[in-house]
Structures are given as C-alpha cells and as structure tokens.
C-alpha cells in the first residue's frame, strides 16, 4: 500500500524568507500524481501544486516550486517571498493513475507553517 | 459554476442519532470521494464512487453507508452516530487525469 510521510509537523517562516516542506512517499506504481495542498483556516482545500511522475521537471506555480525526486521518493514543496496569506496546514497526496484504488488522494499527516511578520 | 457544494456546513448530534450529508459537484466529474479529517491524522478516505451506480470502500469505512444518487450527487449516512465519528468531512471529485475539488466540508460532532 502507499504511504505518505510529512515529517514536520510544524514549520515557521520569516515574512519573504524562503521556506522548505518535506514529503516522502512510498509506492511501487511507476506512473502517479503527487500533489500539494494548501488547507488555511478556513478549512477549504486548495491545490497548489501538481507532479506528474514520468515528467522529468520540477513543476513550479508563481512563487510555489517542487524538488520532485523519483528515485530517492520525495516530493518536497519551495515557498519563495513568504507572504503571511501563506500561513495554513500544508498536505502532500499522492494519487496512482490505475487500478483498484480508483485514483483516490493518500494524504500525509500535514505541515502547519505559521508566517511571521 | 459552484463546484463542489456540501450541506450542513455544522452540525452537532447524539449518540445514536442518525444523518446523511449532501454534496454535489457541477463539473460532470465521473469520480467522487468522501474522505474524514482528524487531528493529526490527515485526509483518511471513507468511501469513492468511480462512475453513477458504483460504490466502493476505502480505508475507514466503518458505521458509514453512501449513494451515489446520480452523476452530480455522493451522500454518506450515518446510521447510528458514535463520538468516534466526531470529524470534519470532506468531498471530493475528480475529472479524469485531474486533481481533486474539495468542499467546503462539514464540522460534526457527535455528542
């Protein structure tokens, strides 16, 4: 079965500071999605970023960017010019492209990243 | 386009009591999924439907039952509420190839 592993429960962040999410997963699909979810106070999930496993680029959406790496399992999440609107619980998933599990998300335990001004 | 739509956005049972939440989703998605959020547990999925008229359990599905009423419509019952069941519920849907769409989800609490 596949694991998805966020090993930082809670990380901080200077205002415009750079900052680094950790995700491994584990999987023996070769074709899979993995995927980045913002969660703010407001409980709404919302995508923030995509992977597709057989694209060899990392996928970069404005100041959000991912360190996909295939072989190693880790999928971490680059937060460039931290704003305090970044402030949320952040989901790593994983989702497979065929099969029984019907491409249901697998879901990490979350990251809570507090912004500081 | 509204998306995926959940109702009750709250609500407060007790034990034993029984409810269904609602969610429809506009985007003519043929997967749909509903998936619990506890503390520190992340998203766990209850149950998914790949297309209208199949239903399938995912990893909690205990003391849950749903229905895929059509394309648009997933809805989860609760026969017999517990204080375990205490959580916040979220659906999904899915395009093909796609990310999920989540709603707003629904705070229960089971007293």
């Known amino acids: 079965a596949q694991t998805v592993t966020q090993s930082q429960p809670e990380m901080s962040v200077q205002e415009a500071e750079t900052v680094t999410l950790s995700c491994t997963y584990d999987t023996s699909e070769s074709d899979y999605y993995l995927f980045w979810y913002k969660q703010p106070p407001s409980r709404q999930m919302i995508l923030v970023i995509r992977?597709?496993?057989?694209?060899?680029q990392n996928a970069t959406e404005n100041r959000f960017s991912v360190n996909f790496q295939k072989a190693a399992k880790s999928f971490s999440l680059k937060i460039s010019d931290s704003q305090l609107g970044d402030a949320a619980m952040y989901f790593c998933a994983y989702r497979g492209n065929y099969g029984g599990s019907q491409g249901n998300l697998i879901f990490g335990k979350g990251t809570k990243l507090s912004v500081k001004p | 386009n509204a998306g995926v739509t959940q109702t009750p956005k709250f609500q407060v049972l007790k034990t034993g009591q029984s409810m269904t939440l609602q969610c429809a989703q506009d985007m003519n998605h043929n997967s749909m999924y509903w998936y619990r959020q506890d503390p520190g547990m992340g998203l766990r999925l209850i149950y998914y439907s790949a297309s209208e008229g199949t239903t399938d359990k995912g990893e909690v599905p205990n003391g849950y039952n749903v229905s895929r009423l059509n394309k648009r419509e997933f809805s989860l019952r609760l026969e017999s509420a517990a204080p375990s069941q205490t959580s916040v519920y979220f659906c999904a849907s899915r395009a093909t190839g796609g990310h999920g769409y989540f709603g707003p989800g629904t705070r229960l609490t089971v007293l």
């Open positions: 992977q597709e496993a057989y694209k060899q």
